[in-house]
Every structure is written in structure tokens, then in C-alpha cells.
């Protein structure tokens, strides 16, 4: 089992990015994702989650208006457009599985995947 994050990087604030989690060795397409962060010293944070069918979402109010949560189930790929960011978006970003409904809940036997880091900076 497998849940790979990738497209993090130094970006300006005020710009964009788009995360990818690619996932192998499970059923992906029965599985509702979610993204968290955590930055230094915070608490870990649900930013946003999408259900199996991809039918319905939930964005933190952080984040929402801002970012954008898709899957294509054919390539087992959940995104995270990132726009008009901030420097308080600054974390690193993890993708794992989830309880998708108002809000993520997280299982004591959810996937995981190692995270990708968000620089925002000028």
C-alpha cells in the first residue's frame, strides 16, 4: 500500500500549485482521500477531502475559495489545485485515506503517504 505526494515547492504568495497523490496497492476507487498539513510547531490541520465517487468535497474554511480537490479514479490520482496562496499555507502536505463527510475523520487504519513541502515565500 501506497500513497505518494508529490508537487510541492517554493512558490511566491499570491501563486500557485498542484499536488498530486498517486496510490497503489489498495481498492483506491472505494476510498474517500483527504489532504492535511502541518507546519512547524502547529497542530496537524485537515485542509480537504473528496469521497470515492468523487461526487462530494469538504475544504477547511481556511482554505476554501481557494483550493480545489479532484480524483481521476482511472489513474488513482487525487489533486490539490492551490491557488492565491499565503504564507500561512506554508506546511507540509499529506495525502491519506478518510472518512469524507463535514469534515475528515481519520481511522485508526487509514494509508498514509509521506509529505510534500509548501514553501510560501517572496
Known amino acids: 500500500v501506497q500513497l505518494q505526494a508529490s508537487g510541492g515547492g517554493l512558490v511566491q504568495p499570491g501563486g500557485s500549485l498542484r499536488l498530486s497523490c498517486v496510490a497503489s496497492?489498495?481498492?483506491?476507487?472505494?476510498?474517500?482521500i483527504g489532504w492535511f498539513r502541518q507546519a512547524p510547531g502547529k497542530e496537524r490541520e485537515g485542509v480537504s477531502c473528496?469521497?470515492?465517487?468523487?461526487?462530494?468535497?469538504y475544504y477547511a474554511s481556511s482554505v476554501k475559495g481557494r483550493f480545489t480537490i479532484s480524483r481521476d479514479n482511472a489513474k488513482n490520482t487525487v489533486y490539490l489545485q492551490m491557488n492565491s496562496l499565503k504564507p500561512g499555507d506554508a506546511a507540509v502536505y499529506y495525502c491519506?485515506?478518510?472518512?469524507?463527510?463535514?469534515?475528515?475523520?481519520?481511522?485508526?487504519?487509514?494509508?498514509w503517504g509521506q509529505g510534500t513541502l509548501v514553501t510560501v515565500s517572496s
Open positions: 491519506a485515506t478518510v472518512e469524507c463527510g463535514f469534515g475528515l475523520r481519520q481511522r485508526a487504519n487509514d494509508y
Open positions: 473528496i469521497t470515492a465517487s468523487g461526487g462530494s468535497f
Open positions: 496497492g489498495f481498492a483506491f476507487d472505494d476510498y474517500d
